[in-house]
């Protein structure tokens, strides 16, 4: 397997309960390095940018709303297949069917607050790493 990259956030749902460290744990636990990290609060224009992708779905408001309703941390993660490994120990969307030891079964509140986004694909997983990050701010 190739080291590559994805893309990881940390919602406001886990940064508002102090589980930053907790999520990274698990993150790094799993294999995967951290080399860009920063925590920001999103604005609105950058929340609807970076989730364009559902602007016609009925949620798509809630999900702005709840993505600059807090802090987030933002983050670049490199590891052997880095997408599937995060998509793995993220688990699945709805924290009632994601597997034990999983990010979403241990942390997440709710569907909607979820605790974590990742990245789908090596292809988004670049499109969404230069959306927050310079190449300068990646160090592995």
């Known amino acids: 397997m190739a080291v590559t ?16 460290g ?23 224009e950058q929340a609807e940018g970076f989730y364009a992708v559902h602007k016609d779905r009925p949620f798509f408001g809630e999900l702005c709303d709840f993505m600059v309703s807090g802090p987030v941390v933002v983050q670049v993660l490199e590891g052997e297949d880095a997408v599937k490994r995060n998509r793995d120990i993220m688990g699945a969307t709805n924290p009632a069917d994601a597997a034990e030891g999983t990010i979403r079964k241990q942390f997440a509140e ?27 701010e990646i160090v592995g």
């Open 5 to 20: 990259r994805t893309f990881s956030i940390i919602k406001p749902d886990a940064t508002r309960r102090n589980l930053t």
């Open 22 to 44: 907790a999520v990274t744990k698990t993150l790094e636990d799993a294999g995967l390095r951290v080399v860009a990290s920063k925590r920001m609060q999103m604005t609105r």
């Open 110 to 136: 709710s569907i909607e607050a979820n605790t974590v986004h990742g990245s789908d694909s090596d292809e988004n997983a670049a499109i969404e790493i230069a959306y927050f990050f310079d190449d300068a």
